[in-house]
């Protein structure tokens, strides 16, 4: 249990420092006028006097933020030229992989970073709750404790990544997602298989640190490749909840919560498809991503009450001397 949640940790931050840096490019940022709006901008203010004029006016969250004089050449040469491409009638263009989004004080994309921060805040509460009704004697209880805090690490991450979109924040938010996912999938080992074979939810532990860490090691070393991450996501995901669907199917007349376990895996991996929808953001603010995010924060209180009603079943039966499912 323990290595397993430390090694998701540590390993992304040390590979990361090993790392080399790769950009990300889109039609937006390609466009000569764009090229030359920021050349021309950077060379403009980004030097002596100006430069020292621009960090003086800055406001301290800016600096705080990692705003530096040549990112605000590039928002503002990014509008420059999203008005040309609108006034020309074009689709709007990305920039460097992303939609064009207004910024809100220091945040990048704020909708996504305030959803992100909204599932933190629920996954924090309900594992607070759930740490005020189970007793610690649960069998699940420092799984569900860990994958908790794994979760919590991941929408910090992407609290970061939505706020400040950086080489660093960009790979903790992808790398501490695919470690969510992979954790669950060690939850749901454990719940179908370790309470009874401990070796088994030990070896499939192994297993997928070792997937965790090839996965990262490609990312990283060989190729920051966008379709190859979601690939693998989605087939971890499925892998998820087909396993979470037989055990809900196998238990449904002898666990009367097994309908909230399936809702909440269904509802998961189907409001993932939302970020198939790839528009342009509603008011420069509301992308598909956006609304993802969004729609994922109710999920926790249904999943954290499955959790809850299993743990404490989990424990009566253990007192009763039943045999576990
Ligand atoms: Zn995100």
Known sequence: MFP???????????????????????????????????KQC????????????????????????????GDDCRYQCMWTTVGLYQAEGYRIPQFHGKWPFARFLCFEEPVS?????????????????????????????????????????????????????TY?????????????????IYLCC???????????????????????????????????DYGYNMAANATIGIVNLLWWLCWCWQNRRTLPYWWKCGVVVLLLHGLALLELLDFPPLLWALDAHAVWHLSTVPVHF????????????????????????
């Open 4 to 38: 397993v949640r430390t090694s998701l940790f540590l390993l992304p931050l040390l590979l990361l420092l090993l790392s080399a840096v790769n950009v990300h490019s889109s039609q937006g940022d390609k466009e000569p006028v764009y090229r030359d709006c920021v």
């Open 113 to 165: 970073a305030l959803a992100s921060l909204l599932n933190g805040v629920a996954c924090l509460l309900m594992m607070l709750r759930y740490r005020g009704t189970v007793p610690r004697q649960s069998p699940m209880y420092p799984t569900i404790t860990a994958f908790s805090l794994v979760s919590l690490n991941a929408w910090f991450w992407s609290t970061v990544f939505h706020t400040r979109d």
């Open 190 to 224: 454990v719940r179908t298989l370790g309470l009874k074979r401990p070796v088994v939810s030990s070896l499939v532990g192994a297993l997928l640190i070792l997937v965790f860490t090839a996965h990262v090691s490609y990312l990283t070393f060989v190729s920051f």
């Open 42 to 69: 950077v060379r403009t203010n980004c030097t002596g006097a100006r430069l020292r004029g621009f960090e003086s006016r800055q406001p301290p969250y800016m600096a705080l933020t990692g705003w530096r004089c």
């Open 302 to 325: 249904l999943f954290y009450s499955f959790l809850i009603d299993d743990s404490l079943h989990l424990l009566n039966t253990e007192k009763i001397g039943v045999k576990l499912e």
């Open 168 to 184: 660093l924040t960009e790979k903790m938010d992808y790398f501490c997602a695919s470690a969510v996912i992979l954790y669950s």
